[in-house]
């Protein structure tokens, strides 16, 4: 059974590869290749490997959608211990939200 489960694991994993971009294939093939090798070492199911292969490999095939104005401008400072850049982006965004509120 254990195999079984392994072999569909693999399996899993090389469909899934096949769904992300050609420069990608190899990184994450040998990747998830070793993760289902060693799932049972860690106590988990290579079958729950392969299947967040799938799951990545759905969402890197999506097209990325660039943010813009005050969310590109939040996300950019998302992290930074500037507060007064944070307080006038957050201003700025809700200065903008009430104009468009009361047009």
Not at 13 to 21: D, E, I, K
Not at 50 to 56: D, F, N, T, Y
Not at 85 to 92: C, I, N, P, S, T
Request: aromatic content about 2%; proline content about 4%.
């Amino acid at each position: 059974m254990s195999r079984l489960t392994t072999r569909l694991a693999l399996a899993a994993v090389r469909v899934a590869a096949l769904r992300l971009r050609r420069e990608q294939r190899d990184r994450y093939l040998e990747q998830w290749r070793a993760d289902v090798a060693g799932a049972g070492e860690l106590g988990l199911s290579p079958l729950g490997v392969a299947v967040g292969a799938l799951r990545i490999a759905s969402r890197e095939r999506k097209p990325l959608v660039l943010p813009i104005g005050p969310l590109a401008l939040a996300l950019r400072l998302r992290e930074s211990t500037n507060i007064g850049a944070v307080l006038a982006v957050m201003v700025l965004a809700n200065l903008g939200g009430a104009i468009l509120l009361v047009m």
